[in-house]
């Protein structure tokens, strides 16, 4: 190590990226969580130029609103990066947010990454992160960040079961000693929910809606089971009518909700019941005595932790801050570096 990379690495913070398909969160060391902003950039255009707009929360608010010069662009699709300059941009960006002087300091970062990237995904992550200013770029899985971060004991040898449901994938993984001993990427997250409420609004009412109304949805009254009425709480909602192409407001219920988002939970629950059966007797046998613990946005779903238990018969839980899960459980992995050594990849 050179006597100026010790130097600057004294004036750094290091730190952890939670590069979501939704949401980005940067975690620096020392100071806990201190971003959260929705994946999203906003261009403007003009003559084939293009120059950055708003990145984040501002950005957020154009999806689906822009005029023709202005175009909103989501660079993560499926938790792996979709638009690589953009991306860099975005990281860019957060860093720059992050560390008011950075002239002098190089910082180190992790980024966590979806057990089923491709080492092409992978690299181009790195790639990103390292032409974005970092110094050094390690990569670790995100199931073993969402379980450090909801506080789950992974170096220990029993089983942990934990399912990570993001905005792109949902990641169910079996864990021990620190490590994975079986995992599993299905591409269906909140993404997936708001498309689902999309097209069933289409065929049932008739009314086509955005994806930001969409995800207002779900998150007011969007849940993954029959409401014990039948109905349910009830919201408003504003679309376009189909058939005579005029706006129109409409009212509807839980219980059509529930319908609609049924494919995507079965989806998620069928993934768990595999992962269950490719675990190892003795690790199945400590899933049970522990349970399985749900993080990332998609674990906030109305009841969807009751639809697992009915499933499998397993306690589910919440983690505490299942948003920031795999934002603090990376962070964690930045702080305790030399214990999670082998769970954290520096190469490839």
């Known amino acids: 190590m050179s006597i100026f990379g010790f130097m600057s690495g004294l004036f750094t913070s290091d730190m952890a990226i939670d590069l979501g398909t939704a949401?980005?969160?940067?975690?620096?060391k020392g100071r806990g969580v201190i971003l959260s902003e929705p994946s999203v950039v906003a261009y403007h255009?003009?003559?084939?130029?293009?120059?950055?707009?708003?990145?984040g929360e501002d950005a957020k608010l154009m999806l689906g609103r822009?005029?023709?010069?202005?175009?909103?662009?989501?660079?993560?699709?499926e938790g792996v990066i979709?638009?690589?300059?953009?991306?860099?941009?975005?990281?860019?960006?957060?860093?720059?947010?992050?560390?008011?002087?950075?002239?002098?300091?190089?910082?180190?970062?992790?980024?966590?990454?979806?057990?089923?990237?491709?080492?092409?995904?992978?690299r181009a992550i790195r790639?990103?992160?390292?032409?974005?200013?970092?110094?050094?770029?390690?990569l670790i899985a995100e199931p073993i960040a969402a379980a450090i971060g909801a506080g789950m004991p992974i170096t220990d040898p029993t089983g942990n079961m934990v399912v990570d449901i993001?905005?792109?994938?949902?990641?169910?993984?079996?864990?021990?000693?620190?490590?994975i001993v079986y995992a599993r990427s299905v591409r269906v997250g909140?993404?997936?929910?708001?498309?689902?409420?999309?097209?069933?609004?289409?065929?049932?009412?008739?009314?086509?809606?955005?994806?930001?109304?969409?995800?207002?949805?779900?998150?007011s009254i969007g849940t993954a089971r029959m409401p014990d009425d039948g109905r349910g709480q009830s919201m408003q909602i504003r679309g376009r009518d189909l058939l005579n192409g005029v706006p129109k407001e409409i009212e509807i219920s839980q219980a059509q909700i529930a319908?609609?988002?049924?494919?995507?939970?079965?989806q998620i629950c069928e993934a768990v019941m595999t992962a269950l059966e490719a675990t190892p007797p003795d690790l199945a046998a400590d899933i049970v005595d522990r349970g399985v613990m749900l993080t990332g946005g998609g674990a906030l779903l109305g009841d969807l932790d009751l639809t697992l238990r009915e499933q499998t018969g397993l306690a589910v839980s919440i983690a505490d801050e299942s948003l920031n899960c795999v934002a603090l459980g990376t962070g964690k992995a930045l702080e305790f570096e030399k214990q999670l050594r082998h769970a954290i990849d520096y190469d490839s």
């Open 23 to 28: 949401n980005t969160l940067v975690y620096v």
């Open 127 to 138: 790639q990103s992160v390292l032409s974005a200013g970092a110094r050094k770029a390690g």
């Open 190 to 219: 909140g993404d997936r929910m708001d498309e689902a409420i999309i097209s069933y609004l289409r065929r049932q009412q008739n009314l086509l809606i955005g994806e930001a109304t969409a995800e207002r949805i779900k998150t």
């Open 66 to 77: 822009t005029p023709g010069s202005i175009e909103a662009i989501r660079p993560m699709r």
């Open 82 to 122: 979709a638009d690589f300059d953009t991306a860099e941009e975005m990281i860019k960006h957060f860093i720059r947010k992050v560390h008011k002087r950075s002239t002098f300091s190089k910082p180190k970062i992790i980024v966590c990454v979806p057990h089923g990237a491709t080492p092409v995904e992978k």
């Open 259 to 266: 319908e609609a988002l049924a494919e995507p939970v079965q």
């Open 166 to 179: 993001g905005g792109g994938t949902t990641e169910v993984a079996v864990l021990s000693l620190g490590d």
């Open 45 to 55: 255009v003009k003559d084939g130029v293009k120059k950055v707009l708003a990145v």
